[in-house]
């Protein structure tokens, strides 16, 4: 094995585990189901702060 001092001292940044979150949203984002779940649901925007169609993509 080669000795190599600038290969020995570079450091890594640490690995950030994001998970399966991300993917998810791109996908509802690209389906458009929270403006599809909105649609279909008859809710009333006065008193509700958060739409059905966020509060199912909280809960995927």
């Given at each position: 094995m080669i000795s190599n001092p600038f290969v020995?001292?570079?450091i890594q940044p640490p690995g950030r585990?994001?998970?399966?979150?991300?993917l998810f949203r791109q996908m509802?984002?690209?389906?458009?189901?929270?403006?599809l779940v909105?649609?279909?649901?008859?809710w009333d925007d006065r008193q509700c702060r958060v739409s059905p169609?966020?509060?199912?993509l909280m809960m995927v």
């Open positions: 020995m001292n570079i585990v994001v998970g399966a979150g991300p509802a984002d690209d389906i458009g189901l929270v403006d909105n649609r279909r649901v008859r169609g966020e509060r199912i």
